[in-house]
């Protein structure tokens, strides 16, 4: 999923600015409803994946839960006039996309399907197909050559995801506008993006899916939206996903910038470097711990191997966490010792450790850590690994990699409460269980 790609100039207008400051976007994320999506479901979906102090823009970020789906969906307005569309926050991938009105077959349609109607626009543009731009994005395999003759030989992208899921379409650009908190409007010009009007796959069709217009890629590789920004705000992102359990509904934040630094003080661990992925966030975990016991699981099993296998990534766009075999099976042992509550009757399909919690959780839940590189310890709670899967019944949200090259994945459950901020000119990441609620 890892593609190069150029950054491009672009044109900031801002209605005002405070002099001397570091500007940065605030985009809300906003969890209006509660969270619906069957485990199975859940389960499912990540299978088929894994196989400025000035005034500020707001752009929303709401739960896909109501539509089936555990993504967290951005609201980005696109065009001129501006055209809304929700598009999947999406930190594993680089792509910017968006269905657009040319889009046909039954992948395209849904009960709520909104496109990017790009004859609306006056500030839409495709790519030729000889603009430098073209050669620095991925082609569709029946490949036809450019004719720079041509004036309108359209630059044509096809992009895919690792579980064989595909979006193709025009890669364009336009101009997207954001809301700031004084009202006013903050525009963006020749922001690079795919027009698409075919996509196929699960994971751009598919349950995981459902709600979404196109995918905001967050991704660490140049193609990405915030790769793209980081020439004018830094290259540094933060955001926080608030509980969903929690009532009222909580907002949090994406905040894209150099400015964008959270209040709270963060803990440290360096993002590696993976030349065969360059896309992922990758981090160093060097031990795990249940109840602050280290659990016996040699470090070899978290590396990063010299074909580019392995490894562990922190990806918005998962909805569960995923261990390395030795590691997933040390944690669920350790636990089915220390639980004290019953198990479940009629455990959920699919998880290996179920808990009947209709008589309270008097007697707790194990506390699972993990040292990483740096010396930084991440404690999630135990409402980040334990979810209700029924009346009465939680269980354990983590999963096996099913393939032994693959990834660990630290999916958005587990970030649930924690501000992050990816740091990627010093190359690391942050992150504190407080000021997370902080606008």
Known sequence: MAFHFSIFPILLLLSSAAA???PFIKLPLLHNIPYTLAPSQALSADKR?????FSRPKLPVNSAASFGSGQYLVSLHIGTP????????DTGSDLTWVSCSACRGQHCSSARATFFYPRRSTTFSPYHCYDPACTLVPHPRKHVPCNHTRLHSTCRYEYSYSDGSITSGFFSRETTTFNTSSGNLVKFRRLSFGCGFSKSGPSVSGPS?????????LGRGPISFTSELGRTFGLKFSYCLLDYTHSPTPTSYL?????????????YTPLLSNPLASTFYYIRIQSVRVNNVNLRVSPSVWAIDELGNGGTILDSGTTLTYLVKPA?????????????????AEPTLGFDLCLNV?????AGLPRLSFKLGGGSIFSPSPSNYFIDTADGVKCLALQPV?????????????QQGFTFEFDKERSRLGFSRHGCSVP
């Open 20 to 22: 001397g400051k570091s």
């Open 49 to 53: 994946r894994l196989s400025t102090l």
């Open 82 to 89: 501006p055209q809304r569309l929700l598009l999947v926050a």
């Open 209 to 217: 899916f459902s709600g979404a217009d196109g995918v905001l890629g």
């Open 255 to 267: 905040l894209i910038g150099g400015g964008s630094r959270p209040t709270a003080k963060l803990s």
């Open 328 to 344: 997933y099976q040390s944690i669920v042992a350790s636990f089915k010792r220390l639980v004290k509550l019953p198990r479940a």
């Open 358 to 362: 209709s008589g309270g959780l008097r």
């Open 402 to 414: 099913s393939s032994p090259i693959g990834s660990s994945v630290i999916g958005n459950l587990m």
